[in-house]
């Protein structure tokens, strides 16, 4: 498994305003992956972060709106930008390791757009 | 259960009894299904997971089913505790892993 932690936990921003959410795991990945999960609902993937490459965008998700950083094998961030109240949601960041590649999660970013 | 966007489908189970919880995936081309436990304020935890050359894979106190027929997945966790309620996700896996809407286990003391 991984221990993966995420920064910040949770934050209450104004719309047109961006944050950047940071993830650390504890040892060496390939892939990481970011996700949203708006209240109540399932998680749909944003983009696929390796390092050295740039991020792979699911449809609906640009790179614009969602920059994403891939410095290392152990750290990520995700930068929600010109926020709006639809931005509202936890984002998560995952990342594939072990013998059968499962995916482990971080702790969530809970945002609210004011 | 059925997607119902914000309304998650519910199972309420009596504390001891075992709990069946059903997953229907959508792509045939899917090798590696997983089920994930997300408790409140938390993220997805690993359960466990199968590959689709097996129908069957058991835990400790959990077991997954699949049948590729269907495209039908289930878990069923024996002696059902309150430290099991939380909403669990199955997930499938072609080139990406994709969730299924989630269900909410109620575990009633």
């Known amino acids: 498994s991984a221990v993966i932690s995420q920064k910040p936990s949770r934050d209450i921003c104004q719309r047109g305003t961006s944050l950047t959410i940071q993830c650390q795991v504890d040892?060496?990945?390939?892939?990481m992956f970011w996700y949203r999960q708006q209240p109540g609902q399932s998680l749909t993937l944003i983009a696929t972060a390796n390092q050295g490459s740039e991020a792979t965008y699911e449809s609906g998700f640009v790179i614009d709106k969602f920059p994403i950083s891939r410095p290392n094998l152990t750290f990520s961030t995700l930068t929600v930008s010109n926020m709006s109240p639809e931005d509202s949601s936890i984002y998560l960041c995952s990342v594939e390791t072990g013998i059968n590649y499962e995916q482990y999660f971080g702790p969530g970013t809970r945002l609210t757009v004011t | 259960g059925e997607s119902v966007g914000l309304h998650l489908p519910t199972l309420s189970v009596q504390e001891g009894d075992n709990s069946i919880i059903n997953c229907a995936y959508s792509?045939?081309?899917?090798?590696?299904f997983i089920w994930y436990k997300q408790e409140s304020g938390k993220g997805p935890q690993f359960i466990i997971d199968?590959?689709?050359?097996?129908d069957k894979r058991q835990g400790q106190r959990v077991t997954v089913l699949l049948n590729k027929t269907v495209k039908h997945l289930s878990l069923q966790i024996a002696a059902t505790q309150p430290g099991d309620s939380a909403v669990y996700f199955c997930a499938e896996k072609d080139q990406k892993v994709t969730f299924g809407t989630g269900t909410k286990l109620q575990v009633i003391p």
């Open positions: 040892s060496q990945v390939t892939m």
């Open positions: 199968i590959r689709s050359n097996m």
């Open positions: 792509n045939s081309a899917s090798d590696y």
